[in-house]
């Protein structure tokens, strides 16, 4: 179409017109690169779903899911390891471990220990909060048994924290 015949058809339509004909094409534009592969990708995931819905079941007895359960989680040699990415987890969030009490205790049935591990720490509570976030997220083996916190006065930037955490492992 010619120049002249589009902008006599732009002048007929007004300005409310031109601006409703801008709004459709720009909603055209949207919906072609942000909707439509939206809904292609839900289809893919309905589908996966549905093949994941469909698989069998696994019927393992309760020995069988501990027996995984326990394979899962360190084992006794590996301690040092973990205290290590526990130490270095502090010195990401810039918190310090300065001395800290250990104890190994096995458990009544022999297969696991339990390895507590207790530490005062300062800093703001916002440092304290990302150590024991990363350190649970990073190592599944990892539960907090006891937390602490206490503020000297309420405009103190700095708190302390008597964090007691304990380490699950398999015994070896």
Do not use: C
């Not at 289809?43 to 696994?58: D, F, K, N, T």
């Not at 990401?92 to 104890?103: I, W």
Request: hydrophobic share 45%; aromatic share 6%.
């Amino acid at each position: 179409m010619p120049a002249a015949a589009l902008l006599f058809h732009l002048n007929r339509l007004g300005n409310n017109g031109v601006a409703g004909l801008g709004v459709a094409i720009v909603s055209a534009i949207f919906a072609a690169t942000a909707i439509v592969p939206q809904y292609r990708q839900l289809g893919e995931l309905r589908r996966e779903l549905g093949l994941i819905q469909r698989r069998p079941a696994a019927d393992a007895t309760p020995q069988q899911r501990m027996s995984e359960f326990v394979q899962k989680l360190p084992a006794r040699s590996e301690l040092p390891k973990v205290a290590g990415q526990i130490f270095a987890i502090a010195g990401t969030a810039k918190v310090s471990l300065d001395k800290g009490r250990y104890e190994l205790a096995p458990l009544k049935s022999g297969h696991l220990a339990r390895y507590r591990m207790s530490f005062p720490i300062k800093g703001t509570y916002t440092s304290i909060r990302q150590f024991l976030d990363a350190t649970l997220n990073a190592l599944p083996a990892v539960s907090i048994e006891g937390l602490r916190i206490e503020r000297k006065t309420v405009s103190d930037a700095l708190v302390e924290a008597d964090v007691r955490l304990t380490v699950f492992v398999r015994s070896e």
